[in-house]
């Protein structure tokens, strides 16, 4: 009988013992993943900065191209030809602009996978919407405006390079000088695509007024309630020049001032 009794206590105490006796794992603790610059939402930030001041000097650069047709037709293919055979002889020619076009190319992409890519993010870290909409910058003019402005430029450029560079939608063709292409391509007849390019810019334009701002809101500069006015003043003014500069030339030819 006692044995009996002493086996039992032994049971309970084995059992009390198991249920509290940590419980053996065989898996390794998790270490959290490695993740390079790009990975970060401060390199792609940088990415998407980068990028951006690039477009914007070729943008610059393009605008005061355009603004060649207003001084004649040799004016304007002699600047096209000179962007074909800059370099030349030390380098074959379109070297320059080839290179150029892969640079736009690369920026291009780099800048909307930044762009993408941060937006997901930040979709993620607030799965839960917001009860009530909150109407503000953020949520109304850069979600909507900048989402759907910056698929209308893509459309845009496309199309641009088929009229343009290659004619293949231009009535002149791509054998025709670039003065002859770029008044043949805002004739009267060809409004809805002035309209287009007006479109287009203007939707540049607010990408442009964006992203100027929310670069100087990264740098830390718009602490200042003065400064801040200066740099929202700033910002808006660089990009009217832009927009202004390049719908300027479509306008005057639709009208006829540049024939």
């Known amino acids: ?31 959290p993943a ?21 477009l914007v000097l070729f943008l610059i650069a393009h605008m005061l191209g355009n603004l060649k047709i207003f001084l004649g037709a040799d ?18 020619n379109r070297t320059v602009l080839t290179i150029t076009e892969i640079v736009l190319v690369v920026c291009v992409v780099l800048h909307m996978w930044a762009a993408v890519s941060l937006a997901r993010r930040a979709a993620k870290a607030r799965p839960v919407k917001y009860a009530a909409k909150r109407k503000s910058q953020a949520n109304g ?15 845009f450029v496309i199309w641009h390079l088929l009229d343009m560079t290659f004619g293949t939608v231009n009535p002149e063709g791509g054998d025709a000088t670039p003065y002859a292409r770029m008044i043949a391509g805002f004739q009267p007849d060809r409004w809805w695509v002035a309209l287009f390019y007006l479109v ?8 442009l007024r964006h992203g100027l701002w929310s670069a100087f809101q990264t740098l ?37 001032v540049v024939k």
């Not at 009996?4 to 032994?10: E, M, R, W």
């Not at 009217?240 to 030339?249: D, E, K």
Request: net charge positive.
């Open 141 to 155: 003019y850069a979600t909507h405006t900048m989402r759907y402005g910056g698929v209308i430029i893509v459309l």
């Open 75 to 92: 004016s304007f293919n002699h600047y096209a030809e000179w962007l074909r055979t800059v370099g030349s002889p030390a380098l074959p």
């Open 200 to 207: 287009a810019m203007v939707m540049v334009g607010f990408h």
């Open 34 to 54: 490695r993740r390079g610059l790009l990975g970060t939402s401060a390199g792609r930030k940088a990415v998407m900065a980068v990028t951006g001041a690039v």
């Open 220 to 256: 830390g500069l718009t602490r200042r309630p003065r400064v801040r006015s200066t740099l929202q003043t700033t910002a808006v003014a660089v990009s009217a020049v832009l927009v202004i500069g390049f719908v300027s030339a479509p306008v005057c030819i639709l009208i006829g």
């Open 1 to 31: 009988m006692t044995a009996t009794v002493d086996h039992n206590v032994d049971s309970a105490s084995a059992d009390r013992g198991s249920a509290t006796a940590p419980v053996p794992t065989h898996s390794s603790p998790r270490t």
